[in-house]
């Protein structure tokens, strides 16, 4: 397990290594520059700010110096959005807010996405599990950007019953928790019924059924733990992502986390900004996955993962 997680951890350096140089050449590549504005500063005043935060040096020298201070632990001040303020320091203090949103949010598509498929997949056919999947094909084709909007104008506009803007109470995480949960709780879902119906006619299930186990049990006892692994790979990368926070639904909420900055420091050029929370998103989603292999393990002993693979 120890040489496992080593392993690792010397991949998820050659990736964010990689993610950091692609981003950094891609972020430069775009015509203009973070002081560039409606109202442009003389060319003097231009090339003294570029001096000052060392975009006057070649591109590939200013990659290699910003990945210098990346391994020191800096990943640099803001151009813009908060004028000379520690990029790390922005990051430490957004991310609560959005994962905050994004905990409960995960906890709510677990909890009524994987009852939902396996119910379904237990009723295979009937009227609930044509019910369900008619529900989890809409949750997964709906954008998040209009389930946020029509909740929004629903419970905010028309009937006043919850509050849409900012976090001011429990009240408030409401809407903006279901935006961000509906889709990964319907996916989860899919998986769910997809992985139980392999599961339940298998012959142990149908053993279990043959002695009078109640439903209940077969599907929650006998037939989840086998059937949670594809659930269980899909949650690394959402957790990942849904820690961060959505970027339409807190820029839709007007919640001050740490996606809507993002899409505000891209529309500002805040380079430092820009690259600090790709990084961060990048790293944690590394660790998620790695978190995923790990629990692999304790789902199903039968996975050796120094092979990758199933153990005999």
């Known amino acids: 397990m120890i040489k496992f997680i080593a392993k690792r951890f010397v991949q998820a350096a050659i990736i964010l290594l990689i993610i950091t140089c692609v981003t950094f050449l891609l972020m430069n590549l775009v015509p203009g520059g973070p002081f560039l504005s409606e109202k442009s500063p003389s060319p003097q005043v231009l090339a003294a700010m570029e001096a000052k935060y060392g975009l006057d040096k070649p591109l590939l020298v200013q990659m290699k110096?910003?990945?210098?201070?990346?391994v020191q632990g800096d990943l640099g001040v803001?151009?813009?959005?908060?004028?000379?303020?520690?990029?790390?320091?922005?990051?430490?203090?957004?991310?609560?807010?959005?994962?905050?949103?994004?905990?409960?949010?995960?906890?709510?598509?677990?909890?009524?996405?994987?009852?939902?498929?396996?119910i379904a997949a237990y009723h295979r056919g009937k009227w609930v599990d044509s019910v369900l999947r008619v529900v989890t094909t809409l949750g997964v084709s709906i954008p998040g950007f209009v389930v946020a909007t029509v909740l929004l104008i629903l419970f905010g506009t028309v009937w006043k019953?919850?509050?849409?803007?900012?976090?001011?109470?429990?009240?408030?995480?409401?809407?903006?928790?279901?935006?961000?949960?509906?889709?990964?709780?319907?996916?989860?879902?899919?998986?769910?019924?997809?992985?139980?119906?392999?599961v339940i006619n298998q012959e142990y299930i149908r053993t279990a059924r043959a002695k009078g186990v109640s439903p209940r049990s077969i599907i929650f006892k006998h037939a989840l733990r086998n059937s949670f692994i594809p659930v269980l790979t899909y949650l690394g990368p959402l957790?990942?992502?849904?820690?961060?926070?959505?970027?339409?639904v807190e820029s839709v909420f007007n919640i001050p986390g740490l996606g809507r900055y993002f899409i505000q420091s891209i529309l500002n050029r805040d380079y430092p900004i820009i690259m600090g929370t790709t990084i961060f998103l990048a790293a944690l989603l590394i660790?998620?996955?790695?978190?995923?292999?790990?629990?692999?393990?304790?789902?199903?002993?039968?996975?050796?993962?120094?092979?990758?693979?199933?153990?005999a």
């Open 161 to 198: 019953v919850l509050p849409t803007v900012g976090l001011l109470s429990w009240k408030s995480y409401i809407l903006p928790c279901f935006s961000l949960a509906f889709y990964p709780m319907c996916y989860i879902g899919r998986l769910s019924r997809a992985s139980m119906l392999d």
């Open 65 to 70: 110096n910003y990945i210098v201070d990346l």
């Open 239 to 248: 957790t990942a992502y849904i820690l961060t926070g959505g970027f339409v």
């Open 287 to 311: 660790a998620m996955n790695l978190v995923v292999d790990i629990l692999y393990k304790t789902v199903d002993p039968r996975i050796d993962l120094t092979k990758g693979g199933e153990g």
């Open 78 to 118: 803001s151009f813009k959005m908060q004028k000379n303020r520690p990029v790390l320091k922005i990051i430490m203090e957004m991310f609560p807010v959005s994962a905050k949103i994004g905990v409960i949010a995960l906890i709510w598509a677990i909890l009524f996405g994987v009852p939902m498929g396996s």
